[in-house]
């Protein structure tokens, strides 16, 4: 049995370990999405001929090569601002962060970030109720229950409590001991 190709195999696959690196992900709101509109590339090219006739002669050419390529799909000018909009969407979401943590204005890092920020109040959701519905049919429960207890049992609502937090030097009564 032959192990040359076994051991080739197997050396392949630790050579190829030792240069894979792991996937991270990417922010997608952040990236071009791969928009290219063109490129514009510039070669140079150099060719020797040699010509094996009697005289034996030579001829070198040189040449200077300019190359644009076009992508088809959408025009350039669409693609690169659907992903400007993408951007102020994202930045839109997250600037209410930013500017509220006055400490990022400090470091460094994160100056650019800052300075995309500056000026951008985000509007609150005012749709929303303050309280939620499920927290106002429980306490209306209870007052119509009183004698229920509740996992919680406490008023959530705004309206204050009558049931009061022990203090902290409180000493909780010991479990009930198990008959064995």
């Given at each position: 049995?032959n192990?040359?190709?076994?051991?080739?195999i197997i050396?392949?696959?630790?050579?190829l370990?030792?240069?894979?690196?792991?996937a991270?992900?990417?922010?997608?709101?952040?990236n071009?999405?791969?928009?290219?509109?063109?490129?514009?590339?510039i070669s140079?090219?150099?060719r020797?001929?040699?010509?094996?006739y009697?005289d034996?002669?030579?001829?070198?050419?040189?040449?200077?090569?300019?190359?644009?390529?076009?992508?088809?799909?959408t025009?350039c000018k669409?693609?690169?601002?659907?992903?400007?909009?993408?951007q102020?969407l994202e930045?839109?979401?997250m600037?209410?962060?930013v500017?509220?943590?006055?400490?990022l204005a400090?470091?460094?890092n994160?100056?650019?970030?800052?300075?995309?920020?500056?000026?951008?109040t985000p509007?609150?959701?005012n749709?929303?109720?303050?309280e939620?519905?499920?927290?106002?049919?429980?306490?209306?429960?209870k007052?119509e229950?009183?004698?229920i207890?509740l996992?919680?049992d406490k008023?959530i609502?705004?309206k204050?409590?009558?049931?009061?937090?022990?203090?902290?030097?409180?000493?909780?009564?010991?479990?009930k001991?198990k008959?064995e």
């Amino acid at each position: 049995m032959n192990y040359y190709f076994t051991g080739l195999i197997i050396l392949a696959l630790t050579i190829l370990a030792l240069f894979v690196e792991p996937a991270y992900p990417r922010n997608e709101y952040l990236n071009e999405y791969g928009v290219r509109c063109g490129e514009m590339e510039i070669s140079t090219e150099r060719r020797d001929t040699d010509y094996n006739y009697s005289d034996s002669n030579t001829h070198e050419d040189q040449y200077l090569r300019f190359t644009y390529r076009k992508y088809l799909g959408t025009d350039c000018k669409t693609s690169k601002e659907n992903v400007a909009i993408k951007q102020q969407l994202e930045l839109m979401k997250m600037c209410g962060r930013v500017n509220s943590n006055p400490s990022l204005a400090l470091n460094e890092n994160f100056a650019l970030l800052v300075s995309k920020c500056r000026g951008v109040t985000p509007a609150r959701d005012n749709t929303r109720p303050s309280e939620s519905l499920w927290d106002e049919m429980k306490d209306d429960y209870k007052k119509e229950n009183p004698d229920i207890k509740l996992m919680g049992d406490k008023f959530i609502g705004s309206k204050k409590s009558k049931l009061k937090m022990p203090s902290k030097d409180y000493i909780l009564p010991l479990p009930k001991p198990k008959n064995e």
